[in-house]
């Protein structure tokens, strides 16, 4: 390749870029000033410099004297380009492979920049920084890395066995201290309770929220720790802490607060509801509340609470228009004051629209809202239906009525569709489109001393698929954010296979369950071919709902043998293993019946029970149950070898009825007859508690019942507080086929109270668990009482630390022959040392007793281990019965509520 023009004098050509440079600044000044930015609010909101004659005529002749200068360059060219162009070829080209000077070059310049070699292995980098670089690399320390600590063996079993063998990120441990300036600066750790208040709660909290991993490398975190300190100490009111941050070890930080400073105050508060809603009770406890008075140290989150809890009001009770006028806080420093200004309108308050039921048409694939095609009558649905057409709207009663339809059991999906109000409602994302007339917007602006400006807005364009994905991605996030929260998503099930121990032992029994019980619902509908995703047709639209302020609810339910099927496997010290499965058919008929099967077998333990319901009143709250029952259990074991069989048949009829005051009754009437056998001697039958003189006797009852029971929990899975009563009354009479008369009364109450924070929420450190629980049987002729409707104490919902139905009245041939009375009372502490699992010491009292309540009674101990499971409680107890000869440990394994 070859080049005519070659470098000209180095002195020249730096003259030229001399000037060439001045005339470009000159350029970009003039342009700066001539072309203002294009957006019309740049000119509305940033202020212009505007020139005055005297600098418009100082910079005038600037660019004057630039231009002279440049065009006397450009001459000098012109001559040394016609004598470079007389030059022979050869003096003005350069190749690689000749030894020759190039035009404009200086040799002698060259010579004393010849490079050197680099010698990599004695490369020193401070020789190629500046003197103040190289002072402060000289000081620095050297950086180090610290490698996170390791789990234990027993941590590893935990994330074995529960969390699918993963382990929690390891995070910082943070030791907060004061620098006491009365003992020169010594170090003084900050109390356990003083750690509960702010602002160091909320100091320690941000530190230890840091995983050790990103701070291995502790110099250079140091930063990023420093904010994470400074923000969490703001947003609780203080702004000036002065502290430093110490490495203690690997993985822990030491916290040092030198002057923890002044908290910043609320000095005037403007908490204020206006609009219809302004006189709800709701609104009303709000504003009344105690957050954020004046006086109060001002901390943005009680700050966000308070809006949020509005906001949460106006979404919950139907104030769907509801607004900010203002919501500001100013913080005043170094006056360290706070003024804090909310003012909201509730707007008008909507009401409920209709409610609309639907389903898939398995014939067609195409939704239908045709009653006779709904998986029940509309009868049954409209009974669960909490609202009246025109009521207030209200978000709980939406969430009520979709849990209500889930609770049934009569459908496979159920999903509730609101539709809110939307004054503009999403339609797409708009684009200015090229193939269409626009209208000019540019605005021309005058700068003053006759300069002006043309100012137009920024144009932006995008392609037909751009513009559709982003109308797609625009109208899918207005629908997910219009939802409810408690609309059912579907769900990868692939995603659900356990990898943990207990989680494949529980896959495997699910599997099992399967296969004894298969489910024959399809989680997928089939719809006929061709027929694509359905959609219902007519809804209401958002505009509709803003514009006459109801609002209308969509209900898809789709029904397709509902099923289930449980399995349940156990194990206990007196009962050995146990096995129950369930198996229940949702919807039998249009008509809401249901029905299923349960089967028990264990090693003292066996028999199947038939049962059937229907709704009376209501689908949930008013039932009529009838079932038929066959059992045998082996029962009344003692020393003299009284082991006594029964084979029980029972069938009943009852309805349950539960109100929402949390008093639920029951009225029942069932027969049972017994027939027993004993393995003892028969010349020994006169000493036996029955009468065995028949060899087989059998014993029978018809009992009517009334029962009470009520349930008040904080959490009806795992409560911390709540409290449970039951009663319940049967009689029976010898004219009515009972072999005695009879009244049979149990009462009992237990509670569970939780309290003291700790680091896993508040109220919840320390647990208290207690129980009574009591009966009495009223008769004549208490040895004509059916045995198996005696009192028997013992077991892991009684005296635990003896065998289940091992505790009662004792013959004078050393034979159980069941208490005519009962009374058990329980107390147990437990403490949480990990999040949901629970260390417990109990003690139960009591028994059942004769008439007189002469029967010792007895006292059983232990400690167990409690864990709040998704489905319960779990607990595994160890005990033993106190005072006694033959002292043995018991087993106890239970699942359900604490009390």
């Known amino acids: 390749m070859k080049f005519k023009k070659m470098l ?4 020249k050509r730096s003259s030229l870029w001399l000037a060439c440079s001045a005339v470009l600044i000159s350029t970009a000044t003039a342009q700066s000033k001539t072309e203002p930015n294009k957006t019309d609010q740049s000119v509305q909101n940033n202020d212009i410099a505007l020139l005055t004659p ?31 162009d007389e030059l022979p070829e050869e003096q003005i080209i350069s190749r690689l492979h000749e030894n020759k000077t190039p035009v404009g070059l200086d040799t002698e310049l060259a010579q004393e920049m010849s490079v050197q070699p680099l010698d990599k292995e004695n490369l020193n980098p401070a020789e190629y920084l500046l003197d103040i670089q190289a002072a402060e690399m000289a000081t620095l320390p050297a950086i ?14 935990y994330n074995r066995l529960f969390n699918d063998g993963v382990a929690k990120v390891p995070r910082l441990k943070a030791h907060l201290y004061h620098a006491s300036q009365q003992q020169g600066d010594e170090l003084v750790e900050i109390s356990r309770k003083t750690l509960m208040q ?33 923000a969490a100490a703001r947003a609780v009111g203080y702004y000036s802490v002065d502290f430093s941050l110490q490495k203690q070890k690997a993985g822990e930080v030491n916290l040092i607060i030198h002057q923890l400073g002044d908290p910043v105050k609320v000095d005037n508060r403007v908490l204020e509801v206006r609009g ?123 969430r009520e009525l979709s849990n209500s339809l889930l609770a049934t059991g009569y459908f496979n999906a159920v999903n509730t569709e609101t539709i809110y109000p939307q004054k503009n409602p999403v339609a797409g994302v708009e684009f200015d489109e090229s193939n269409k007339p626009k209208e000019s917007v540019t605005q021309t602006v005058e700068l003053g001393d006759g300069i002006t400006a043309d100012i137009a807005p920024i144009e932006f364009s995008a392609s037909e698929v751009i513009k559709d994905k982003l109308n797609l991605v625009a109208q899918k996030a207005q629908r997910l954010y219009d939802l409810p929260d408690d609309r059912l998503l579907p769900i990868d099930q692939t995603q659900n296979q356990s990898t943990s121990l207990l989680g494949k032992v529980s896959d495997a029994i699910k599997h099992v369950a399967k296969v004894i019980l298969p489910d024959e619902s399809k989680d997928v509908l089939d719809l006929p ?76 333990k066996k028999g199947i029970k038939l049962y059937a319901s229907r709704p009376l009143s209501h689908p949930i709250n008013d039932k009529l149950q009838a079932s038929l029952s066959y059992f045998e259990e082996v029962v009344g074991k003692s020393t003299n070898g009284f082991d006594l ?90 004219e009515l086929i009972s072999d005695a008369d009879m009244a049979i009364v149990q009462a009992g109450v237990s509670g569970v109270y939780s309290f003291g924070d700790n680091a896993y929420g508040k109220d919840r450190a320390h647990q208290v668990v207690a129980g009574l629980q009591g009966g009495y049987i009223w008769t004549n002729d208490f040895d004509a009482v059916p045995y198996k409707l005696r009192f028997f104490a013992g077991g892991d919902q009684s005296v635990r630390g003896y065998n289940h ?95």
Not at 144 to 157: C, N, Q, S, V
Not at 560 to 566: F, L
Not at 822 to 845: H, I, P, Q, T, W
């Open 8 to 11: 000209r004098p180095a002195f």
């Open 54 to 84: 005297q600098q418009i005529e100082m910079r005038l002749t600037a660019a004057r004297n630039a231009i002279n200068l440049e065009q006397r360059l450009l001459s000098d060219l012109s001559n040394e380009q016609t004598q470079v």
């Open 144 to 157: 180090t890395h610290d490698a996170p600590k390791t789990e234990g063996a027993i941590r590893r079993l």
């Open 198 to 230: 702010e602002p160091y709660a909320n100091m320690k909290a941000a530190l230890e929220d840091i995983t050790q991993e990103s701070v291995t490398d502790f110099n250079g975190s140091l930063p990023r720790m420093r904010q994470a300190v400074q």
């Open 276 to 398: 219809d809603g302004q006189d709800n009770a709701d609104y009303q406890a709000v504003v009344n509340s105690s957050i954020l008075q004046a006086g109060d140290v001002f901390h943005h989150g009680k700050y966000e609470a308070s809006k949020s809890a509005i906001e949460t009001i106006s979404g919950e009770q139907g104030f769907l228009d509801g607004k900010w006028l203002n919501k500001s806080v100013d913080v005043v420093l170094p006056d360290n004051i706070a003024d804090v200004s909310l003012i909201y309108d509730t707007g008008v308050q909507y009401q409920f629209d209709e409610v609309v039921f639907f389903t898939i048409d398995p014939d067609t694939g195409m939704l239908t809202t045709d009653p006779d095609k709904l998986p029940v009558k509309p009868k049954l649905l409209k009974k669960l239906l909490n609202f009246q057409l025109g009521d207030a709207y209200n978000r709980q009663a939406v």
């Open 529 to 604: 071919e061709g027929i694509g995703k359905p959609e219902l047709a007519g809804k209401k639209t958002a505009q509709a709902v803003y514009e006459d302020k109801k609002v209308p609810l969509y209900i898809f339910v789709m029904s397709d043998k509902p099923r289930d099927a449980h399995i349940g496997l156990g194990w206990g010290s007196d009962s050995g293993t146990r096995l129950i499965t369930k198996f229940e058919h949702n919807l039998i008929n249009r008509n809401g019946y249901q029905a299923g099967t349960e089967v028990r077998l264990s090693e003292d």
């Open 645 to 734: 069989t029964t084979r029980t048949l029972e069938q009943g009829i009852g309805r349950n009825i539960i109100n929402k005051n949390g008093w639920n009754r029951s009225y029942s009437l069932r027969y049972r007859l017994d027939e027993l056998e004993t393995k003892a001697d028969p010349s020994t039958w006169q000493d036996l508690p029955v009468n065995f003189r028949d060899g087989k006797p059998t014993q029978e009852a018809l009992l009517a019942g009334f029962a009470l029971h009520k349930t008040v929990a904080d959490d009806l899975v795992n409560p911390l507080r709540g409290y449970r009563q039951n009663y319940s009354l049967e009689v029976g009479s010898k």
């Open 805 to 899: 139905g091992s505790l009662s009245p004792v013959s004078d041939k050393g034979y159980l022959t069941g208490g005519q009375a009962l009374a058990v009372g329980s107390v147990e502490y437990n403490y949480e040392l990990m999040k949901d699992f629970r260390l417990a010491v109990f003690g139960d009292v009591g028994g059942a007793y004769d008439k007189k309540f002469s029967t010792p009674a007895k006292v059983g101990a232990g400690v167990g281990i409690r864990w709040a499971s998704p489905v319960g409680q779990v607990r595994v107890d160890v005990a033993t019965g106190l005072k006694e000869q033959d002292t043995q440990i018991k087993l106890h394994f239970f699942i359900g509520t604490p009390f």
